[in-house]
């Protein structure tokens, strides 16, 4: 059952120059599953929440975090003004954006922009836990400066050989590995050749998770249930 509590700031970590994840400090010990994500309400304003994929994972103990990109709207510009003390109304666990125990050892996942905040969350959980997985992780974004937790996956990789992070980017920087351009059937195939084999976990803006997921139906034949999507609605 989802729980909700006050919780207090005690760390704000800037990720882009628009992306920052809030460490908050519950006061007890809740049980979520790596994946899942939160209702954030502002205090003074209960009407005002967003729902937030919990970027944290459960063998990371003493906070639980949220990763958030900082729009224009009025959720985004009071967030964005607070400070570590500050404390924010938090109701979870929710979703099932979640590895299950018995799934195939063979996983991918296709992300773009801020969708990476539970997928960062399920791979340092199986990387802590040394789970036995071969993950694969295509990652899109603009530009190397929109890459969310990119030094936290580099490190990841250099500790689990079984996962590998391929950087998708409109616009390559010189020096830096990555395939220009976006994901589509050809760089799937390309960098997943097992993909036929593979669990693929979707998630982003829904535009995209819809695109992603037609192109992992229509033109590589996967079957749907194959695929587990978080549509971050809002983007
Ligand atoms: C399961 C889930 C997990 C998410 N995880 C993250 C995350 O980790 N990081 C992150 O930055 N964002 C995440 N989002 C998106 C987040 O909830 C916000 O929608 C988004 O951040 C835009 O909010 P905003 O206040 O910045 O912009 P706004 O301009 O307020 O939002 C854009 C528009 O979307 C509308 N909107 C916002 N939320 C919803 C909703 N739930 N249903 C319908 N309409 C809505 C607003 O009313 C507005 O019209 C997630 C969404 C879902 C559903």
Known sequence: MPKELEAKIIEIIPRTSNVKSFRLDTGEEIDYKAGQFLCASLRDERDCKRYLSISSSPTEKGYIEFTKK?????FSSALNNFKTGDSLIVKYPMGNFILRDEEASNIAFLSGGIGITPIRSICKYVVDKRLDKRIVLLYGNRSINDIVFKDDFEIMQKEYPGLKVTHVLCEPAVGFECIPG????????EQIPDYSQRKFYLCGPPGMIDAMQKTLIDELFLARENIITEKFIGY
């Not at 900082?70 to 009025?74: A, C, N, P, W």
Request: proline content about 0%; overall charge neutral.
């Open 182 to 189: 976006l994901i589509n059937a050809g760089v799937i195939k």
């Open 70 to 74: 900082i729009t224009q709207s009025d």
